[in-house]
């Protein structure tokens, strides 16, 4: 199973860009975006869960950035609005074949992990 995260690149603050994220096979139950700022750890940004109308985001990112899937192509997204230097990162799509628990959505306990995809917003 692979992963393929694609839609990185460059942007300027206040711009938008959207991510996606490409499952080769299976059906993901719980899905994800996490991010890696050079010389920081890994930090979740958004989550979302196969029939469950919630989203779940981080604080940093509420109301800038949406998630979403499309089951029927076995892909995840991402739009980012608003986007602010400090969202300079790679992106990582990150897939769990079944439901994650409230918990756990913002921990590394996926399955599966996309390479990353690299976003960079320039001031």
């Known amino acids: 199973v692979q992963l393929q995260a694609c839609g990185g690149g460059l942007v300027q603050a206040g711009g938008s860009l959207s991510l996606s994220c490409t499952a080769s096979a299976l059906a993901f139950n719980t899905m994800a975006w996490f991010r890696q700022a050079p010389g920081k750890e890994r930090e979740f940004v958004a989550a979302?869960?196969?029939?469950?109308?919630?989203?779940y985001y981080a604080d940093s990112v509420k109301g800038r950035f949406t998630i979403s899937r499309d089951n029927a192509k076995n892909t995840l997204y991402l739009q980012m609005n608003s986007v602010k230097p400090e969202d300079t990162a790679v992106y990582y799509c990150?897939?769990?074949?079944?439901?994650?628990?409230?918990?756990?959505?913002?921990?590394?306990?996926?399955?599966?992990w996309g390479q990353g995809t690299l976003v960079t917003v320039s001031s």
């Open positions: 979302i869960r196969q029939s469950d109308p919630n989203r």
């Open positions: 990150a897939a769990n074949r079944n439901r994650l628990v409230l918990s756990a959505l913002t921990t590394p306990r996926y399955d599966y």
